[in-house]
């Protein structure tokens, strides 16, 4: 199987890539490689938010892929849920469209089986920072995210298997420090010189990013333990015809 796995951001992979001991390849993006029992991983940065999202899946995708796995953190928006929880979409809604993808059905059995737990997944094109804006949101997913469903798209439009599996790094009833899309450049990537400077500028909010940046760091390794495990599983699932290389003769002159 080749299994490509995006992240957006460098600490959302950080553990696994240790773990892992991923080798990185020289690309025109962030890109790492590794093997796990017979099946090839190869890992992509897309940068933060939809945008950033969907070009890197895009350019990624123009090379065979048997699968798909979308990962990182997510904000909960409904109670319940708890730092670190490990959460398999069986859904992906887009906000602004309201449109549904729904997640191969195998993949999510075996995210089931290795101990994650079922979720209905909604993306936004824009940092979901306050509690006020979680409770408002809750009737459309569990948790949300800004990628997973750009690169799912991207993904099931080749007839790719695709799923997200993310870990949650903040709760329904928080705020978050300040909106982190006034520290994202244009190709997705976190200004850290200009979240920290707003970060000086509101010392209040600095014990609230300091807890934000402990409980991501512990969520990272909690999906990297994860993740170890649930590529492992999917090497007795049955390769399936070949998808991407299908979608890509289809649509050469």
């Known amino acids: 199987m080749r299994v490509l796995l995006s992240f957006a951001l460098e600490m959302e992979f950080a553990p696994w890539l240790r773990l892992r001991k991923f080798a990185r390849v020289v690309s025109d993006m962030p890109e ?3 093997s796990a029992g017979g099946n090839d991983l190869r890992v992509i940065l897309t940068g933060m938010g939809s945008d950033a999202a969907r070009r890197a899946a895009s350019r990624a995708l123009e090379r065979p892929v048997d699968i798909c796995i979308v990962c990182g953190l997510a904000g909960a928006l409904r109670e319940g849920h708890h730092y670190g929880e490990i959460l398999a979409a069986s859904s992906v809604r887009e906000a602004e469209s309201q449109r549904v993808l729904k997640v191969d059905s195998t993949l999510l059995k075996k995210a089931l089986n290795v ?5 209905a997944l909604c993306t936004c094109k824009y940092v979901v920072s306050t509690a006020a804006d979680k ?6 997913g569990d948790v949300v ?3 997973s469903f750009s690169v799912m798209e991207a993904a099931q439009s080749r007839g790719i ?3 997200a599996v993310r870990v949650v790094s903040d709760l329904a009833d928080e705020d978050l420090p300040f909106d982190f899309s006034d520290c994202v450049n244009a190709l997705g990537k976190i200004n ?18 300091l807890r934000l940046a402990r409980h991501s760091r512990l969520a990272a ?3 990297a333990q994860f993740l170890n495990s649930f590529v492992d599983a999917l090497s007795d699932l049955p390769k399936k015809a070949e998808a991407s290389e299908v979608h890509a003769a289809r649509n050469s002159p």
């Not at 101990?115 to 979720?119: F, K, S, T």
């Not at 409770?135 to 459309?140: D, E, I, K, P």
Request: overall charge positive; proline content about 7%.
């Open 115 to 119: 101990g994650a737990r079922e979720c």
């Open 221 to 223: 390794k909690s999906l």
């Open 192 to 209: 850290t010189w200009r979240a920290a400077g707003m970060a000086l500028r509101s010392p209040a909010r600095l014990p609230r990013l």
């Open 145 to 147: 995210d800004m990628e």
């Open 32 to 34: 790492f490689s590794a």
């Open 161 to 163: 298997p695709a799923i």
């Open 135 to 140: 409770r408002r949101m809750a009737a459309l």
